[in-house]
């Protein structure tokens, strides 16, 4: 019962580096989304898709790009690294998207961007 | 714009001891609340999730409260322990779309 998996957890890039944060799930949700955790913040949404070939712009999708061929995967593109993108990534899914179903959360992924 | 509240950031008490987590928020027109728990190093796992239509709902020792017209809800737990050492998230999804908006959470600490 793997649920929300994400890799990898740990990551260290240069700035101007690019890498694919991988997230993928086992329960046939249409909803995934990726959020980033901040120290003193809450989570804050990057992307978000509603199913396979349908992505959308969540509150700071500067920098990142993602894209939704399957069912099951929903990877997150940094494109060129930047010391401000350091965080904790979270990749989430659920059911539906009208936030009445319960949301099922990755392990987290730290980047460190030097 | 809705923006959510948690205080206090960080909360130490005794096991056994009841205690009650705060979430404000700002925009009274939400959807619905849900409650978090993250353990560090870890995702974060849903608790309960409270209707608009909801006064509060209930899950063995948790129970957690929603008061629209105040912009608040409480996570109340009772007979603390340990294991209930984790940072609390509450997490309202507006009226307006279906993208949850999320407070910063209580880091919280059950001392044996």
Same mark, same amino acid.
């Given at each position: 019962?793997?649920?929300?998996?994400?890799?990898?957890?740990?990551?260290?890039?240069?700035?101007?580096?690019?890498?694919? /944060?991988?997230?993928?799930?086992?329960?046939?949700?249409?909803?995934?989304?990726?959020?980033?955790?901040?120290?003193?913040?809450? /989570? *804050?949404?990057?992307?978000?898709?509603?199913?396979?070939?349908?992505?959308?712009?969540?509150?700071?999708?500067?920098?990142?790009?993602?894209?939704?061929?399957?069912?099951?995967?929903?990877?997150?593109?940094? /494109?060129?690294?930047?010391?401000?993108?350091?965080?904790?990534?979270?990749?989430?899914?659920?059911?539906?998207? *009208?936030?009445?179903?319960? @949301?099922?959360?990755?392990?987290?992924?730290? @980047?460190?961007?030097? | 714009?809705?923006?959510?509240?948690?205080?206090?950031?960080?909360?130490?008490?005794?096991?056994?001891?009841?205690?009650?987590?705060?979430?404000?928020?700002?925009?009274?027109?939400?959807?619905?609340?849900?409650?978090?728990?993250?353990?560090?190093?870890?995702?974060?796992?849903? /608790? @309960?999730?409270?209707?608009?239509?909801?006064?509060?709902?209930?899950?063995?020792?948790?129970?957690?409260?929603?008061?629209?017209?105040?912009?608040?809800?409480?996570?109340?737990?009772?007979?603390?322990?340990?294991?209930?050492?984790?940072?609390?998230?509450?997490?309202?999804?507006?009226?307006?779309?279906?993208?949850?908006?999320?407070?910063?959470?209580?880091?919280?600490?059950?001392?044996?």
């Amino acid at each position: 019962n793997a649920g929300v998996t994400q890799t990898p957890k740990f990551q260290v890039l240069k700035t101007g580096q690019s890498m694919t /944060l991988q997230c993928a799930q086992d329960m046939n949700h249409e909803y995934m989304s990726w959020y980033r955790q901040d120290p003193g913040m809450g /989570l *804050r949404l990057i992307h978000y898709s509603v199913g396979a070939g349908i992505t959308d712009q969540g509150e700071v999708p500067n920098g990142y790009n993602v894209s939704r061929s399957t069912t099951e995967d929903f990877p997150l593109r940094l /494109l060129s690294a930047a010391p401000s993108q350091t965080s904790v990534y979270f990749c989430a899914s659920s059911y539906g998207d *009208r936030g009445n179903e319960k @949301l099922f959360f990755g392990s987290g992924t730290q @980047l460190s961007v030097l | 714009k809705q923006e959510v509240t948690q205080i206090p950031a960080a909360l130490s008490v005794p096991e056994g001891e009841n205690l009650v987590l705060n979430c404000s928020f700002t925009d009274s027109a939400i959807y619905n609340l849900q409650w978090f728990r993250q353990d560090p190093g870890k995702g974060l796992t849903s /608790l @309960l999730l409270i209707q608009s239509s909801q006064r509060e709902q209930t899950s063995g020792r948790l129970n957690a409260s929603l008061d629209k017209s105040s912009g608040r809800s409480t996570l109340y737990i009772a007979a603390s322990q340990p294991g209930d050492s984790a940072t609390y998230l509450c997490a309202v999804t507006p009226g307006s779309n279906y993208q949850l908006i999320w407070g910063a959470g209580t880091k919280l600490i059950i001392k044996p």
